[in-house]
């Protein structure tokens, strides 16, 4: 059985930075694409960015509205996909969910919520 | 604004049909066969509906399907229930390697 455990959220000041980590099992973690998406409050469902396996070459995509400030990376020693959040923005509050992805099939964590806020 | 325009709400009987409809371009919806729908109740994860335009993963109610032509893709709920009353969004891969998502419809099952 696929599961994803997100960790790290929670209050943050405008400017500051977080790293989220996502811990997978159940599946052959180095041979999948990992995503992240995020749903504010209130609001829809927002995808934020992806890396893919090292047999993909372990590229990265970004949207638009996290690109240059958030980072993809993961370590499948560990099978552990992280988000990296810099220069954080009232904006990006929001629940964080970590994905196994595959075409558009994807397996979903509970998410952690991150608040920015001063 | 999003990138997938889909309808902001439907409403249907129980037992009744209803479809919800998402249009995109030919760089996203209409281009390869990654669409995908998703249901949201508050407080809960996204639960996976269909991928693939119209696979249904395993657990999902028969009643689910999807469909696809040219650049709008379709999710239908058959024999609709009360426990299907929630927020259904679409989403599909772009030609420049993003994902897009609908606005999210609103399902009330009257």
């Known amino acids: 059985e696929v599961q994803l455990v997100e960790s790290g959220g929670g209050l943050v000041q405008p400017g500051r930075s977080l790293r989220l980590s996502c811990t997978a099992s159940?599946?052959?973690?180095?041979?999948?694409?990992m995503g992240w998406f995020r749903q504010a409050p209130g609001k829809g469902l927002e995808w934020v960015g992806f890396?893919?396996?090292?047999?993909?070459?372990?590229?990265?995509q970004y949207a638009a509205s996290v690109r240059g400030r958030f980072t993809v990376s993961r370590d499948d020693s560990k099978s552990v996909v992280y988000l990296q959040m810099n220069s954080l923005k009232t904006e990006d509050t929001a629940v964080y969910y970590c994905?196994?992805?595959?075409?558009?099939?994807?397996?979903w964590g509970q998410g952690t919520l991150v608040t920015v806020s001063s | 604004q999003s990138a997938l325009t889909q309808p902001a709400s439907v409403s249907g009987s129980p037992g009744q049909s209803i479809t919800i409809s998402c249009t995109g371009t030919s760089s996203d919806v209409g281009g390869d066969n990654y669409v995908a729908w998703y249901q949201l109740h508050p407080g809960k994860a996204p639960k996976l509906m269909i991928y693939d335009v119209s696979n249904r993963p395993s657990g999902v109610s028969i009643r689910f399907s999807g469909s696809k032509s040219g650049n709008t893709a379709s999710l239908t709920i058959s024999g609709l229930q009360t426990e299907d009353e929630a927020d259904y969004y679409c989403t599909s891969y772009t030609s420049i390697s993003t994902w897009v998502f609908g606005g999210g419809t609103r399902l009330t099952v009257l």
């Open positions: 890396i893919r396996s090292k047999l993909s070459a372990g590229t990265t």
């Open positions: 994905t196994k992805m595959s075409g558009s099939y994807a397996d």
């Open positions: 159940g599946f052959i973690f180095g041979d999948y694409t």
